[in-house]
């Protein structure tokens, strides 16, 4: 199976800072790699697809780049709605992997 | 505007079963893939179970795998997982969730529902 980690677990930031999330593969998805958002007692919220296209309806903020094993999250700008907690998910192959989740918590 | 929605969870017994429902509307099932994911209260998410639009390409994870069983009903358009041998660590959301496969076939699971509870313990 491919493992998904993400770094960090948490962080604490605030309001206008700009966060950066990883995502680091075991082997290579190529670009088969997606990022959601959740809210608590909410469904995960698809974000970015392929690595790095911005999913209709989210906010340009949101950024994504990496390929192979290593990828990356950014929000340029944090907002109050962007506290949560953000998922990477390999569909490169089954099982296809979440990482383990990064709470964005606020200062 | 596309919906989807769960149902079937509850509370049951180790060793029980439970069939979990996924309704859906303005789209046809059977022209997409579709998948289980689950999450363990307070915990991240894992995938469950996913079947290609033709229902030729079915996988499980394999923690659940012979234990539950992923299938379809094009007419009733709807997702269905029935999962048997229920282990206390199981117990989790269970979200059913649609993949939407592009032109450059990349995949993205774009449509969830909010999810349905099941609760195994004694």
């Known amino acids: 199976d491919i493992q998904m980690t993400q770094s960090p677990p948490s962080l604490s930031a605030s309001v206008g800072d700009r966060v950066t999330i990883t995502c680091r593969a075991s082997q290579s998805v190529h670009k088969y790699l997606n990022w959601y958002q959740q809210k608590p007692g909410r469904a995960p919220n698809l974000l970015i697809f392929?690595?790095?296209n911005l999913q209709s309806g989210v906010p340009s903020r949101f950024s994504a780049s990496g390929s192979g094993t290593d990828f990356t999250l950014t929000i340029s700008s944090l907002q109050p709605e962007d506290f949560a907690t953000y998922y990477c998910?390999?569909?490169?192959?089954?099982?296809?992997?979440f990482g383990q989740g990064t709470k964005v918590e606020i200062k | 505007e596309v919906q989807v929605a769960e149902s079937g969870g509850g509370l049951v017994k180790p060793g029980g079963s439970l069939r979990l429902s996924c309704e859906v509307s303005?789209?046809?099932?059977?022209?997409?893939?579709m998948n289980w994911v689950r999450q363990a209260p307070g915990k991240g998410l894992e995938w469950v179970s996913s079947i290609s639009s033709r229902g030729d390409n079915i996988f499980y994870a394999d923690s659940v795998k012979g234990r539950f069983t992923i299938s379809r009903d094009n007419a009733k358009n709807s997702l269905y997982l029935q999962m048997n041998s229920l282990r206390v660590e199981d117990t989790a959301v269970y979200y059913c969730?649609?993949?939407?496969?592009?032109?450059?076939?990349?995949?993205?699971?774009?449509?969830w529902g909010q999810g349905t509870l099941v609760t195994v313990s004694s």
């Open positions: 392929a690595a790095s």
């Open positions: 998910q390999q569909t490169y192959t089954t099982p296809r992997t």
């Open positions: 969730a649609r993949d939407f496969l592009d032109a450059t076939m990349v995949t993205r699971t774009d449509y």
């Open positions: 303005e789209f046809t099932v059977s022209s997409y893939s």
